[in-house]
């Protein structure tokens, strides 16, 4: 089992930047893959970025050049640094891990994000 408590969220204007940050506690070496969704009101969750055990990054077109996924092993943590933030970016921003050998997908509860005009 995998425990993941997502924080950073908030309101800020359009140009802005925040730091999201995922804590993840429980049988934290079976992790593999750690990413982040979101998902905007009235639409489907969606993939923003993952970052693997080796720190290979993807990310989806709409953020790339503009977030940033990374992972910090000793801490357990992952974060999503968000920068240039647009309207579009708004909506409930989720954490997921991806375990190894038995491939298991876990969430947190998710950390609001709203961007303003």
């Known amino acids: 089992q995998v425990q993941l408590v997502e924080s950073g969220g908030g309101l800020v204007q359009a140009g802005g930047s925040l730091r999201l940050s995922c804590a993840a506690s429980g049988n934290i070496f079976r992790i593999s893959v750690m990413g982040w969704y979101r998902q905007a009101p009235g639409k489907q969750r969606e993939l923003v970025a993952t970052?693997?055990?080796?720190?290979?990054?993807t990310y989806a077109d709409s953020v790339k050049g503009r977030f940033t996924i990374s992972r910090d092993n000793a801490k357990n943590t992952a974060y999503l640094q968000m920068n240039s933030l647009k309207p579009e970016d708004t909506g409930v921003y989720y954490c997921k891990v991806r375990t190894r050998y038995v491939s298991n997908d876990y969430w947190g509860q998710g950390t609001q994000v709203t961007v303003s005009s």
């Open positions: 970052i693997a055990s080796g720190d290979t990054t």
